[in-house]
Structure formats: C-alpha cells, structure tokens
C-alpha cells in the first residue's frame, strides 16, 4: 500500500494501472476458465471410474449370487422332488444367465485386469460345478420317476455309470444328496468364492490408486482455482470484498454446514481452513463413534452375531409371514461349562455360532438371544424346505462333533416355526420354542417342526 501510495504522488497513470488491471483480469479470467474445465474434466473422470467399478463390483456379487442360487435351487429339488425348483435351476442357467451376462458386464470395463481374470476363474469353476449338479439332477429325476423326455437336453443326454443306473432309487437319491452336500463341492464352492473375493480385492486396489492419482490432481486444480479467483476478486473488488470472500462468506457458510450436522468445506483464508479441518476431524472421529457404539448395541460381543436387542429389531422390521423361525440350543452346556470351564464354554460358543452362521444363506439372519441360546430367520421360505433344514441340522450337528483345539464335542437341539400360517411374532416364537422343547424331550441333537 505505501508503494501504492508513493506511486501515485509521483503522478501514476490511474488510465495505465486500469489498462494493466483490465488485462490481468481477462488472462486471469482465461487462466481460471480454462482450470475450472481441467477440473470438470478430472470430475467426470472420477465419476465414470467410481461408476465402472462399482458396476463391476455388482458384477461379481451377482455371478456370486447366482452361483449360489443355482446351488441352492438344484439342494432343494434333490431333497424335495419338487420340479418347480429345478425349473428354477434351468430358467437360470438358460434364459436369465446372471453369470454370464455379469463377466460380459466386467470384459467391457476391463478385459485385461487381473480381477476379470480372476471372475474368470470363479465363472470356470462354477461351470465345471454345474457338471456335479446335472449328474446329480439326472440322479434325482430317475429315483423320483419323472419322464426323462421332459427335460432339457443337457439332462437327457447325460450318461449315467452303469453301476449308478443299477442302485435302487433310495440308493440313488442319497447318492444325489451327498454330491451336493459333500465337503468335495463345499470345497469347489469355496474356491468359487475365494475367486470373486480376489476379484473384488483388485477392484477396490485399482479404485484406490486411480482414485489418489485423480484426487491429487484435482486438489492441484481446486488450489489453481481459488488462487485465481482470490487474484481476479483482489484485482476487481479490493481488500473489502476479498476479505469477505476469504473470511465472512466461507464462515458463514461453515456455520450453516454445522447447523446442518455436515463436513465444512476447506475454502477461504488459510485460519478458515484451519478451524474446517479441525472441526471436519472431530465430527467425523465422533461420527465414527457413535457407529460404533450402534453397531456394538446390535451385535453379540463374543460371537459378533446379532444380539437379542438386534433380533428384536429384526421381529419388529421383517415380514415373518413370508420367514422360517429356528431356536437353537447348544444340549448340556451348562455341564461343559462346570467340567471345562468358562474359557472353553466361550470356545464352544464361538464355534457354534460360526458353524450356524455358515450354514445359512447370506441373507438370512442369525442371532445370539441367550447364553447358550441362538436363533436363526430364515427370509423368503416356507414349509416346503423341511427336507433341506433338517438336511441343515445334521450337517451342523456333525460340525459340533469335530472335536479339536481342546475344545470338546457338543450338539443343537432345534425348534423350528413357520410364518406362513399367519401367526403374530410372539406366537411363531411360542411355536418354535415348544418344538425346541420337544427336541430336548425326545433326547436333544435333534429338529422339531411347530404343527
């Protein structure tokens, strides 16, 4: 200011020092026009990146979720007889085609990646599955007696063993089931998706790195763009109003942001900055924890299930009349506790409540409601998966039998109830709790169905 001043009693040309402002101003207008499209440019960038890969993150948890239906459905006829469900089956792998439609989804974004390869792989191996599930299918079909004529192609034309063709039906149909429920295709599922979490693993790594690379450059863009607007404002409006743009307005607008509960945005003076990132800092390390403390409220501490509080959220939230109610009790745990300990007894609870979990789909919910207590909701089901639930049980019953890790043998006695019927949710419960009652009645490790 006092060279300004001095210049000016020396007799400066207020017609030149406007000419000069007039022509930092258009180059700096110039200048900030052409940084504002950089970063527009870098903007949609990061758009289109963030949106491919997630669109391929769907990609790979539909081949996921369809790998598993196909699972599931060919379980259910096998175990069931029912046709509708290998129906399913064939509408799938035919004419829905979730599998292929989601790796020609991902070959389009990225043919060359390593997790396409990867998707690859899992959609390999899932065909190489099928090949199990159609030996198993045409199995089922003989020992239930369908008409072989009214299947797909793939069924019929599927050569049998001849040692297989001359086991009786019963023989036939427990050959079926073990093919589907045996540790060799838990295994093959397993690799299925141990393929698709690698996939997802290289999404999120390249989304990570192309994501740094486009936020440092546009960080550099952002800076580019308010030091030239704080040189265009200071050129054409003076100390007043650049004061206000680098102090009152970010301000104010920080306090509504506040108000609002929101991330203030680091704009203005570099003190305004300074008390955004501060403030930004503390909201968010308190917004961190009080989901903490929400999910804490909600889930079981020792087995990371949810807890009775969650289970009762779930009652009140689901629809239990299209859901399946399981209460499962771990038999004699009181006397594991009294002769092993408690140590042991939280080992034997951890293990029941893995072997539960995994026992059952991905959207199914399994809870922990007492000591010794768990319950499992079963979304979307009905009576009609009696066979495969009972098949569920066993296979749980036979987990618990694996001792190892000094941790002793155990056993589920389990109540299962149906919402179908209409029933309110204290009456499903009522219902599902006496058929717990009659399964530790008639000898424990075993399933009772409510009538």
């Known amino acids: 200011m006092k060279s300004f001043a001095f210049r000016k009693e020396q007799g400066i040309s207020i017609r030149k020092l406007d000419i000069i402002f007039v022509v930092i101003a258009v180059l700096s207008?110039?200048?900030?026009?052409?940084?504002?499209?950089?970063?527009?440019?870098?903007?949609?960038?990061?758009?289109?990146?963030?949106?491919?890969?997630?669109?391929?993150?769907?990609?790979?948890?539909?081949?996921?979720e369809a790998s598993d239906y196909l699972t599931e459905e060919m379980r259910k006829f096998?175990?069931?007889?029912?046709?509708?469900?290998?129906?399913?089956?064939?509408?799938?792998?035919?004419n829905r085609r979730r599998r292929e439609n989601s790796l020609e989804t991902l070959k389009k974004i990225n043919p060359n990646s390593v997790a396409y390869n990867n998707l690859e792989n899992?959609?390999?191996?899932?065909?190489?599955?099928?090949?199990?599930?159609?030996?198993?299918?045409?199995?089922?079909?003989?020992a239930y007696g369908y008409n072989m004529d009214s299947f797909p192609e793939a069924i019929r034309n599927l050569e049998i063993r001849k040692q297989d063709l001359n086991m009786s039906s019963t023989e036939q149909m427990e050959m079926a089931e073990d093919m589907l429920f045996n540790e060799e295709y838990s295994d093959r599922k397993s690799h299925i998706s141990d393929n698709i979490s690698k996939c997802l693993a290289e999404l999120n790594e390249e989304l990570d790195t192309q994501q740094i690379e486009l936020d440092n450059k546009l960080k550099k863009q952002v800076f580019l763009e308010h030091l030239l607007t704080v040189v265009l404002i200071a050129i054409l409006l003076g100390v007043v109003f650049l004061t206000a743009y680098l102090i009152i307005?970010?301000?104010?607008?920080?306090?509504?942001?506040?108000?609002?509960e929101q991330d203030v945005p680091l704009r203005g003076a570099y003190e305004v900055r300074f008390l955004a990132k501060t403030y930004n800092l503390m909201y968010n390390t308190n917004l961190a924890s009080k989901e903490?403390?929400?999910?804490?409220?909600?889930?079981?501490?020792?087995?990371g299930l949810y807890n009775r509080r969650g289970y009762d959220f779930l009652l009140k939230n689901l629809d239990m009349e299209t859901s399946t109610l399981m209460i499962i009790d771990l038999?004699?745990?009181?006397?594991?506790?009294?002769?092993?300990?408690?140590?042991?007894?939280?080992?034997?609870?951890?293990k029941a409540a893995d072997v539960i979990f995994n026992s059952f789909r991905n959207q199914d919910y399994v809870c922990r409601i007492g000591g010794d207590e768990f319950a499992v909701i079963m979304v979307h089901s009905s009576s009609a998966l009696k066979e495969l639930i009972k098949r569920k049980v066993e296979m749980m019953n036979e987990a618990m039998c694996e001792s190892g890790?000094?941790?002793?043998?155990?056993?589920?006695?389990?109540?299962?109830?149906?919402?179908?019927?209409?029933?309110?949710?204290?009456?499903?419960?009522?219902?599902?709790?006496?058929?717990?009652?009659?399964?530790?009645?008639?000898?424990?490790?075993?399933?009772?169905?409510?009538?």
């Open 29 to 64: 207008s110039a200048v900030l026009f052409v940084a504002m499209n950089r970063t527009t440019s870098l903007h949609n960038k990061s758009t289109k990146l963030t949106r491919e890969v997630i669109e391929a993150q769907k990609s790979a948890d539909t081949l996921m």
């Open 78 to 94: 096998v175990v069931t007889g029912e046709r509708r469900y290998l129906n399913n089956y064939f509408e799938e792998a035919i």
């Open 122 to 142: 899992a959609m390999d191996l899932s065909e190489e599955l099928m090949k199990t599930e159609y030996y198993a299918a045409k199995l089922a079909i003989l």
């Open 249 to 260: 307005i970010p301000l104010s607008k920080a306090v509504d942001r506040i108000r609002d």
């Open 292 to 303: 903490k403390l929400n999910y804490e409220a909600t889930h079981d501490k020792l087995t």
């Open 331 to 350: 038999d004699r745990f009181k006397s594991i506790n009294d002769h092993f300990g408690h140590d042991v007894g939280d080992k034997v609870l951890i």
């Open 405 to 451: 890790n000094g941790i002793p043998e155990a056993s589920f006695s389990v109540g299962v109830a149906f919402g179908e019927n209409g029933q309110s949710v204290d009456e499903i419960f009522k219902a599902a709790d006496n058929a717990l009652y009659e399964s530790k009645k008639t000898g424990r490790r075993s399933v009772n169905f409510a009538e």
